[in-house]
């Protein structure tokens, strides 16, 4: 069975870094656009960073720019989150996500993501 597994979350005091990992099981991420969301409490899911087929091309949301990293592993099966300067606002269940197969490009857009992980959470707080 094809899947999506987060792993990297956790308790991280403001100012601090983290970085989540999104592993494919049963799947090549080598082939897909890969999103990273979140959603907090009582909030709904939003779109924080997404990465083309080819690593070429990323977007972010406004919100992360300038602290987030987006990238893909040279295992062509990881793809990465980096999270610096983080905020207690960014506490949240943190999602990747895939489009279906071969679609190039990336969207921030979480309606068209057809595999979806289980989360990891991300608390930011001192």
């Known amino acids: 069975q094809s899947k999506l597994v987060e792993s990297g979350g956790g308790l991280v005091q403001p100012g601090g870094s983290l970085r989540l990992s999104c592993i494919g099981s049963?799947?090549?991420?080598?082939?897909?656009?890969i999103g990273w969301f979140r959603q907090a409490p009582g909030k709904e899911r939003e779109g924080v960073s997404c990465?083309?087929?080819?690593?070429?091309?990323?977007d972010n949301a406004d919100s992360v720019k300038g602290r987030f990293t987006i990238s893909r592993g040279e295992d062509k099966n990881t793809v990465y989150l980096q999270m610096d300067s983080l905020k207690p606002e960014d506490t949240a269940v943190y999602y990747c996500?895939?489009?279906?197969?071969?679609?190039?490009?990336?969207?921030?857009?979480?309606?068209?993501?057809?595999?979806w992980g289980l989360g990891t959470q991300v608390t930011v707080s001192s």
């Open positions: 996500a895939a489009l279906p197969p071969l679609r190039p490009a990336c969207t921030m857009s979480d309606a068209q993501y057809n595999m």
């Open positions: 049963g799947v090549t991420l080598d082939f897909y656009a």
């Open positions: 990465i083309n087929i080819r690593g070429s091309s990323i």
